[in-house]
């Protein structure tokens, strides 16, 4: 008989939290016809989406636009990537992940959705 290897319980809740984030993303207020992916990096989640705008990728290609790291605790940070340094820009911190998708979702600054 064979043995079931189950994947770490830190991996299974990792999965757990993309499939929440992709959720989220396809209730978002701005580029609702626009396909994000969610990308896991560590315990961190990089967001990527086509360039609507075009303002950084003038061919509409696939850009990085939020992250998502752990914070204190059970809090996280938000982060929005400055494309002109290619840096990553902390715009929320220490929040719970329900607080940040909401403001990654709503977006009214247009902080991440370039």
């Not at 560590?42 to 790291?69: E, H, N, T």
């Amino acid at each position: 008989m064979a043995a079931i290897i189950a994947a770490p319980a830190s991996a299974q809740v990792l999965d757990l939290v993309v499939r929440r984030l992709e959720r989220a993303l396809r209730e978002r207020v701005r580029y609702r016809y626009v396909r994000p992916q969610v990308l896991r990096e560590d315990s961190s989640f990089r967001i990527q989406s086509p360039c609507c705008s075009r303002k950084v990728d003038p061919s509409g290609g696939m850009i990085d636009i939020a992250l998502l790291m752990p914070h204190e605790g059970s809090h996280w940070c938000l982060c929005s990537r400055d494309h002109a340094n290619g840096t990553w820009e902390p715009r929320f911190q220490d929040a719970s992940l329900e607080v940040l998708l909401d403001l990654l979702c709503v977006d009214s600054e247009r902080q991440f959705w370039t």
